[in-house]
């Protein structure tokens, strides 16, 4: 080989490298910021929606992202712009998470949430309450107004008052479709559990998407991200807690590495610990994002039998967004990029 080539062909290889990263910046270069978020994953097929829900689901992520990638272009801080994203999507009813939560079995919304500071790794979560009108927003309080990281039921509803939290009635959580997803589960655990013989609470269930939401942020000082917030399992008992607010489960951060938020059948992701999971493969493996993500999700998950996604975003600015489902709403944008996605084919 001439040697004048041999620099060429090590750019070459370098170049080939960086594309196995999974989204990798076009110049490889930490970007300004980066942002991704989720809306939840499942059975999302496009064939059984329609033009108009295709169409509200876009442009609900959509303004998520810009109200996300406002705050980080303007040079605030990623926990601000997670924060404020994912008010929005407490907000939209479209989402199961915050208004357009699910039900419990006894008729209930009963909201969990959860933010993690990669700069400090400080954490806040909050789990099964029922009269916060933003429980990402109680998640913080918890994180940055107290010396905890997990406050449930009734003491995190006394903490939001106390902190001047806004709280809402029950109404302000319902929507039909999602009251209705629980009568079709009641009337047919009635008929196949005439006798009073448990059934199990996703057995029969009609919404077979996972709904939480959450997102991920890299800011302009380099410090990541991440918070996630849903209602939970449709027809859920006993007060149940899946993944999202178990730090480590479903949302982990650490400017070392990345910032990650899940999606999916709770219990799984809180025995695999995916969301720390996916931190450690880099942090102790060296694995690239995409590398990691990969592996937890469409390999330990699918052998285990756990369904469901993630979002992530890394202290460079890559993106990785693997699910093993049909579908996962979802989105990103850097500086001169961006795109939503819905079905796996996109």
């Given at each position: 080989?001439?040697?004048?080539?041999?620099?060429?062909?090590?750019?070459?290889?370098?170049?080939?490298?960086?594309?196995?990263?999974?989204?990798?910046?076009?110049?490889?270069?930490?970007?300004?910021?980066?942002?991704?978020?989720?809306?939840?994953?499942?059975?999302?097929?496009?064939?059984?929606?329609?033009?108009?829900?295709?169409?509200?689901?876009?442009?609900?992520?959509?303004?998520?992202?810009?109200?996300?990638?406002?705050?980080?272009?303007?040079?605030?801080?990623?926990?601000?712009?997670?924060?404020?994203?994912?008010?929005?999507?407490?907000?939209?009813?479209?989402?199961?998470?915050?208004?357009?939560?699910?039900?419990?079995?006894?008729?209930?919304n009963e909201l969990d949430a959860s933010i993690m500071d990669g700069s400090t790794q400080a954490a806040g979560a909050v789990g099964g309450v029922?009269?916060?009108?933003?429980?990402?927003?109680?998640?913080?309080?918890v994180m940055e107004k107290s010396p905890h990281v997990l406050l449930t039921g009734r003491g995190a509803e006394q903490f939001a008052l106390e902190?001047?939290?806004?709280?809402?009635?029950?109404?302000?959580?319902?929507?039909?479709?999602?009251?209705?997803?629980?009568?079709?589960?009641?009337?047919?655990?009635?008929?196949?559990?005439?006798?009073?013989?448990?059934?199990?609470?996703?057995?029969?269930?009609?919404?077979?998407?996972?709904?939480?939401?959450?997102?991920?942020?890299?800011?302009?000082?380099?410090?990541?991200?991440?918070?996630?917030?849903?209602?939970?399992?449709?027809?859920?008992?006993?007060?149940?807690?899946?993944?999202?607010?178990?730090?480590?489960?479903?949302?982990?951060?650490?400017?070392?590495?990345?910032?990650?938020?899940?999606?999916?059948?709770?219990?799984?992701?809180?025995?695999?610990?995916?969301?720390?999971?996916?931190?450690?493969?880099?942090?102790?493996?060296?694995?690239?994002?995409?590398?990691?993500?990969?592996?937890?999700?469409?390999?330990?998950?699918?052998?285990?039998?756990?369904?469901?996604?993630?979002?992530?975003?890394?202290?460079?600015?890559?993106?990785?967004?693997?699910?093993?489902?049909?579908?996962?709403?979802?989105?990103?944008?850097?500086?001169?990029?961006?795109?939503?996605?819905?079905?796996?084919?996109?």
């Amino acid at each position: 080989m001439h040697l004048r080539l041999l620099p060429l062909l090590l750019l070459c290889l370098f170049a080939r490298c960086q594309t196995k990263t999974g989204m990798p910046n076009a110049n490889q270069t930490r970007p300004a910021y980066a942002l991704a978020i989720h809306g939840g994953a499942g059975t999302i097929r496009k064939a059984e929606m329609t033009p108009e829900e295709d169409a509200a689901y876009r442009a609900a992520l959509d303004t998520a992202l810009t109200i996300g990638e406002s705050i980080l272009r303007g040079g605030g801080s990623a926990l601000d712009a997670v924060t404020a994203t994912i008010v929005w999507l407490e907000d939209c009813p479209l989402f199961n998470a915050g208004r357009g939560a699910v039900f419990t079995h006894d008729g209930r919304n009963e909201l969990d949430a959860s933010i993690m500071d990669g700069s400090t790794q400080a954490a806040g979560a909050v789990g099964g309450v029922t009269s916060v009108k933003n429980p990402i927003r109680l998640a913080r309080a918890v994180m940055e107004k107290s010396p905890h990281v997990l406050l449930t039921g009734r003491g995190a509803e006394q903490f939001a008052l106390e902190n001047g939290l806004d709280t809402v009635p029950p109404e302000w959580f319902f929507t039909q479709k999602r009251w209705d997803a629980l009568q079709q589960i009641l009337a047919g655990e009635k008929k196949n559990a005439p006798q009073g013989r448990f059934v199990p609470p996703n057995s029969g269930n009609p919404d077979t998407k996972f709904g939480t939401v959450g997102c991920v942020a890299l800011d302009r000082e380099g410090h990541l991200a991440a918070a996630t917030s849903t209602g939970g399992m449709t027809n859920k008992r006993w007060n149940r807690l899946g993944d999202t607010p178990v730090i480590g489960a479903g949302t982990y951060a650490s400017d070392d590495a990345c910032a990650v938020s899940c999606t999916g059948h709770g219990e799984y992701f809180i025995r695999y610990a995916v969301a720390h999971d996916v931190w450690a493969r880099m942090a102790y493996g060296g694995l690239s994002l995409r590398e990691a993500a990969d592996q937890v999700v469409m390999k330990k998950l699918v052998e285990k039998g756990g369904e469901g996604g993630l979002i992530a975003v890394d202290k460079d600015g890559n993106i990785a967004l693997p699910f093993n489902s049909e579908g996962m709403y979802r989105g990103y944008a850097r500086p001169g990029e961006r795109k939503i996605m819905i079905y796996k084919a996109e």
